[in-house]
């Protein structure tokens, strides 16, 4: 399945296109809910303001984008800001150096890893896609996906496997292609 | 060229998990509610009464002008009034 590009994507928002905001908002969501939980330990009603107040600005500053390939920094930079503000608004005491900035860093390198993964899950097929993601991200069991697909429980061990062999070998070929050792001279 | 087992796979996947349905609702409705937001803005500028009474309880008169006050959207004309 072909994923639009983030600059393409970036471009349909600025134009008002309510569609693509759409998709903007789903491609980022969970980014951006990683961001303010696991970088930030910020939770319940505090991670959820954070979580609209990040997609507000990114709203609102659309236009100020330098480029628009460079979109998911920007998020995870809005992100930063608007939990460090909430935890410094929590804690007045709370001493600029107390922020977890390394912890910060740590997370967006793993998440942006993360984030591959999942435009390489949107690549396989949608029902490979849904079982992988209800089980690794939704943690549901074998009986809930079942009931969900349609599928009896004890099939979904062996798609899982499967689709998820599926998925190392999207991550290897694109890893390969990207890789300029892997570029054959002739 | 990094190489991924399948239990990096996993935990790659479980590092990205799904967000609340309504979060993820309300920041996509923003666009929405934007249009509606405008004319309350521009009644603000015009009408000082409007203006205070909206700066007292924002919720209330969202309501009032029948638009939903979710998160996002009291942030968003909070802000745009305080420019």
Same mark, same amino acid.
């Not at chain 1, 590009?5 to 569609?19: F, I, W």
């Not at chain 1, 491609?27 to 939980?37: D, E, K, L, Q, T």
């Given at each position: 399945?072909?994923?639009?590009?983030?600059?393409?994507?970036?471009?349909?928002?600025?134009?008002g296109?309510?569609?693509?905001?759409?998709?903007?908002?789903?491609?980022?969501?969970?980014?951006?809910?990683a961001?303010?939980?696991?970088?930030?330990?910020l939770r319940?009603?505090?991670a959820?303001?954070?979580?609209?107040?990040?997609?507000?600005?990114?709203?609102?500053?659309?236009?100020?984008?330098?480029s628009?390939?460079?979109?998911r920094?920007?998020?995870a930079q809005l992100?930063?800001?608007?939990?460090?503000?909430?935890?410094?608004?929590?804690?007045?005491?709370?001493?600029?150096e107390?922020v977890?900035?390394?912890?910060?860093?740590?997370?967006?390198?793993?998440?942006?890893?993360?984030?591959?993964?999942?435009?390489?899950?949107?690549?396989l097929?949608?029902?490979?896609?849904?079982i992988?993601?209800?089980?690794?991200?939704?943690?549901?069991?074998y009986?809930?996906?079942?009931e969900?697909?349609?599928?009896p429980?004890?099939?979904?061990?062996?798609?899982?496997?499967?689709?998820?062999?599926?998925?190392r070998?999207r991550?290897?070929?694109?890893n390969?292609?990207s890789?300029?050792?892997s570029v054959?001279?002739? | 060229?990094t190489?991924?087992?399948?239990? /990096?796979? #996993?935990?790659l996947?479980? =590092?990205?998990? @799904?967000?609340?349905?309504?979060?993820?609702?309300a920041?996509?409705?923003l !666009?929405?509610a934007?249009?509606?937001?405008?004319?309350i803005?521009?009644?603000?500028? /015009?009408? #000082?009464?409007?203006?205070? =009474?909206l700066? @007292?309880?924002?919720?209330a008169?969202?309501?009032?002008?029948?638009?939903? !006050?979710s998160?996002?959207?009291?942030?968003?004309?909070?802000?745009?009034?305080?420019?």
């Amino acid at each position: 399945m072909a994923v639009t590009p983030d600059a393409e994507l970036v471009a349909r928002c600025r134009e008002g296109d309510a569609e693509a905001w759409h998709e903007l908002v789903d491609r980022f969501s969970r980014y951006v809910f990683a961001i303010v939980g696991q970088g930030y330990g910020l939770r319940g009603d505090d991670a959820e303001d954070v979580f609209q107040e990040v997609f507000s600005r990114v709203f609102e500053r659309l236009d100020t984008l330098r480029s628009d390939d460079a979109v998911r920094p920007w998020i995870a930079q809005l992100a930063r800001r608007c939990a460090v503000d909430r935890l410094r608004s929590a804690s007045r005491e709370l001493p600029v150096e107390d922020v977890p900035e390394e912890r910060y860093e740590e997370t967006i390198a793993l998440l942006d890893e993360a984030m591959a993964v999942r435009e390489a899950l949107a690549e396989l097929t949608p029902e490979c896609a849904e079982i992988l993601d209800r089980f690794f991200a939704r943690d549901e069991s074998y009986r809930t996906i079942g009931e969900a697909l349609d599928l009896p429980a004890g099939t979904i061990a062996s798609r899982i496997s499967r689709c998820l062999a599926k998925l190392r070998e999207r991550l290897e070929g694109r890893n390969r292609s990207s890789d300029p050792s892997s570029v054959r001279v002739t | 060229m990094t190489r991924y087992d399948e239990e /990096r796979i #996993a935990g790659l996947l479980r =590092a990205l998990p @799904a967000v609340p349905q309504g979060w993820v609702q309300a920041a996509q409705e923003l !666009p929405l509610a934007r249009y509606e937001l405008d004319s309350i803005v521009e009644r603000a500028a /015009r009408d #000082a009464a409007f203006r205070d =009474a909206l700066l @007292a309880d924002l919720e209330a008169a969202l309501r009032a002008e029948g638009v939903e !006050p979710s998160t996002p959207v009291v942030a968003h004309l909070r802000r745009r009034l305080e420019q």
